[in-house]
DNA sequence: TATGAATGAGCCTTCATTCAT
DNA sequence: CATGAATGAAGGCTCATTCAT
């Protein structure tokens, strides 16, 4: 019986305070999060029954609800394991101060890399995008998505501004970057013909291209 | 999802037989179709009851049926609506015989600006991605998703084997076009800073670019 | 799925507009919210559940809900078929304009006589009463309460300021008064000795004999 | 509910045999049973969960369970702990061999007293009252409540008998008495306008007015 | 003693679908 | 054609209880 007033307040699945418990209880959690990505990007969220992730985590139901407070969480808890390393990641390459145009491709290689590796939580962040855009409890997730995308239109301008390279339309390349690295999870193969390294690679070649050409035609 | 070895035989509504009727009966359920695309756009397939569509069409639970035959079936007319016509454009635009670069254009141009036209459908057949890709009774609608890329493939082979243009790796800009259009809805407004027409230029730009550059680099 | 901000908007179910439809719609509902005063009054609100009201309604579950949007709704439903009428039979009273002890004979007889024939709703709303004092949802019933209070102390004090009587400690009284009728699910039967008139007389007796006998004292 | 044919015998907590050790575990049963009372009172006892418990007595699940057997069990201990002692003083009065009239003021005043200082456990009492008087496990409770109103019954008879008083109906007077007194902890609050033994008194001189106003009719 | 992880039955509710009208 | 009453199988979630530690 959720408390008055508290609409968004989700129930949530209460951790031990005692450190070596918490350790322990973290783990744990981390494992369901990471079966239930799984289960999700195959099946889709909806279709996904806590029937389902009973089987895929060795849990019974009660014990799932142990860790996640709800399956809405538990979907929150898969796009958190995606952006919140993936952002880490970004954060820490930009303290790196790299050039321009090495900071873009060390950005790209690294969210290639991520996909790559979080294939699951990716199908399922977008498919349920509809959801992470509209409702309030999503905010966080939100909030991820974007600060990324402001990072990568940032490593864009920078090297406008510092790399001498010009977009003929800077919004758009980033747009069609954004789109590309997202249709990844659509046919990226573990051992496919292209490791993320030259996905990326070819990635940053067909956006760096035009802007190199352009130099070239207005020297 | 319907189990295994359940014929998929689906129950199918069935149309009037008398043309003047079935005029009608087409056109109301078209109606039911489009608004069916808009409120799955929304709310995701799954997230989306008969009592949503009952709000969102004016007609009761049993008048719906009428018309669909089943909730997934539904799901199926609204990619239907996607895809068929698409195709449709597509093939008569092979048909023309323009030029290798001309034809791509047009091609990309024809399927930007259906995607403009038809977001909610695109945003409803992203999310519903992983069931269209792996249930049987969704073969048709896979079929005509591969015929698409076929057909968009075959457009940037034609540019290399006749239109002088290179590129470093076909298939990868392949996959990074079909990106940059699938990501569209994402972020495309009708009244946005850019037509549909000036995306699929600028994304043609991008990824023609580094062909053209290739070339000038090995004479 | 409740929308944003609107924690107590409880779904409601939705009667037909209709007329014709709207009167068997109405009955059938009576139907149920009697066969669940029944339940609830013998085996508790909580400890009923609804295969329990399936049983007793011969609907099915999804049929039940047809009628009432929730089980707390169908309680809320119970308290107002015992609440309604006996405002609106106490409202007439008032209005008859009686000599003050006549009134409040009648008023207490026309209790009695409710309470007799809605032993179980009234049995159900002692039970619940703690939620119905505590709970927002329960505002409307909660009001409900008081204004019968309310009116049972006018009644009394008319007694005082025009019926010639004293009470020691009016308020004192009422409170009495409202006990013993209270009590009275818990040991009226339908053919036991007393009538509902004979307790209703018997209770008014009770408490203005003191008044009476305070008159003899201070004359 | 426990289904039929299943045995009484509700696990037990053991209690240590050590007399120093059992001291403290009744205290902290004690303890337990009265913060459940607090609770129970509050929500209702269906509606009090063990995580409740755990949250008002600062045990863990498992700890509650080491003084209680089951929740039901814990809820006969609330009763337990409202009627005996008040069962114990009134029958420690009985022995006083008080005159009529002043046993009868000194059983209610007794009485409302304990209602007073046990307003929690009264409640969760009227609450659960259904179960109590149906259910096997509840014999004991239910005789408890017998054996009072016997009682009180035979307080009010002896007035009859050797206070020369004669009521209207005595069985009447007696359930509303019952009724006045159960109906208390509705209403009553510690520091209110009346004091408990002045509520207690204008009961009695409300159920001993008509008695004494038929006294001097019929001389 | 006390903890908290885990169970699994059972609860309320939703929902696609059918069918008499 | 269209309605809305009705079904019944899930679905998500809760909760009393047990038990290894």
Same mark, same amino acid.
């Given at each position: 019986?959720?408390?008055?007033?508290?609409?968004?307040?989700?129930?949530?699945?209460?951790?031990?305070?005692?450190?070596?418990?918490?350790?322990?209880?973290?783990?744990?959690?981390?494992?369901?999060?990471?079966?239930?990505?799984?289960?999700?990007?195959?099946?889709?969220?909806?279709?996904?029954?806590?029937?389902?992730?009973?089987?895929?985590?060795?849990?019974?139901?009660?014990?799932?609800?142990?860790?996640?407070?709800? /399956?809405?969480?538990?979907? !929150?808890?898969?796009?958190?394991?995606?952006?919140?390393?993936?952002?880490?990641?970004?954060?820490?390459?930009?303290?790196?101060?790299?050039?321009?145009?090495?900071?873009?491709?060390?950005?790209?290689?690294?969210?290639?890399?991520?996909?790559?590796?979080?294939?699951?939580?990716?199908?399922?962040?977008?498919?349920?995008?509809?959801? !992470?855009?509209?409702?309030?409890?999503?905010?966080?997730?939100?909030?991820?998505? /974007?600060?990324?995308?402001?990072?990568?239109?940032?490593?864009?301008?920078?090297?406008?501004?510092?790399?001498?390279?010009?977009?003929?339309?800077?919004?758009?390349?980033?747009?069609?970057?954004?789109?590309?690295?997202?249709?990844?999870?659509?046919?990226?193969?573990?051992?496919?013909?292209?490791?993320?390294?030259?996905?990326?690679?070819?990635?940053?070649?067909?956006?760096?291209?035009?802007?190199?050409?352009?130099?070239? /035609?207005?020297?």
């Amino acid at each position: 019986m959720s408390g008055p007033g508290r609409p968004y307040i989700d129930a949530v699945a209460s951790p031990p305070t005692r450190p070596a418990l918490r350790a322990r209880y973290d783990r744990r959690r981390d494992d369901v999060v990471a079966s239930a990505a799984a289960v999700f990007a195959e099946q889709g969220y909806h279709a996904t029954s806590i029937a389902d992730l009973t089987d895929a985590t060795g849990l019974a139901a009660g014990g799932i609800y142990h860790y996640i407070g709800s /399956k809405e969480q538990l979907l !929150i808890a898969v796009c958190d394991a995606l952006m919140d390393p993936l952002l880490a990641g970004a954060t820490a390459l930009e303290a790196e101060q790299l050039p321009p145009e090495e900071e873009l491709r060390a950005l790209v290689g690294l969210w290639v890399g991520h996909v790559a590796t979080h294939r699951d939580h990716m199908v399922v962040f977008q498919q349920e995008r509809h959801v !992470i855009e509209h409702e309030r409890q999503w905010r966080a997730v939100r909030a991820s998505r /974007k600060q990324f995308e402001r990072m990568l239109d940032e490593a864009l301008a920078r090297c406008e501004r510092e790399g001498g390279v010009h977009f003929a339309d800077r919004d758009l390349t980033m747009r069609g970057l954004l789109g590309m690295v997202n249709h990844l999870p659509q046919w990226y193969r573990p051992r496919g013909r292209l490791s993320p390294r030259q996905i990326a690679d070819g990635f940053c070649d067909i956006v760096l291209a035009p802007a190199r050409d352009h130099m070239r /035609k207005t020297p």
